[in-house]
């Protein structure tokens, strides 16, 4: 059974860098042709990809998030891990980390963020 746990900060400053950590347990982030993913739901809004790292190590990022946003990867510990930079009201929301190999098979249970002074 394959797990993913998010962590990090609840609450951000404006204009802060938001980190966070997905940590996976009952598989590799190495695991031949999985893409390793963060997504986020703004409150009354819908699902918004943010990006991927491949099991190659190689990542992806949606483009009006690019500026701002890095995904990395420990694989000693299995993690891999996402940072918003200058981030404003409009990144509250709640952010998924997800396993996809065409379509998302696991998604951990989500951890809100919220962006506030």
């Known amino acids: 059974q394959v797990q993913l746990l998010e962590s990090g900060p609840g609450l951000v400053k404006p204009s802060q860098t938001l980190s966070l950590t997905c940590t996976v347990s009952?598989?590799?982030?190495?695991?031949?042709?999985?893409?390793w993913n963060w997504i986020r739901q703004p409150p009354g809004k819908g699902l918004e990809w943010i990006g991927y790292?491949?099991?190659?190590?190689?990542?992806s990022v949606n483009p009006a998030l690019e500026s701002r946003t890095s995904i990395s990867r420990d694989t000693s510990k299995n993690q891999f891990t996402l940072r918003l930079s200058s981030v404003d009201l409009e990144d509250t929301a709640v952010y998924y980390c997800?396993?996809?190999?065409?379509?998302?098979?696991?998604w951990g249970q989500g951890t809100q963020v919220t962006v506030s002074s």
């Open positions: 997800a396993r996809i190999r065409g379509s998302i098979d696991y």
């Open positions: 009952g598989d590799s982030i190495t695991t031949d042709a999985y893409y």
């Open positions: 790292i491949a099991y190659s190590g190689s990542t």
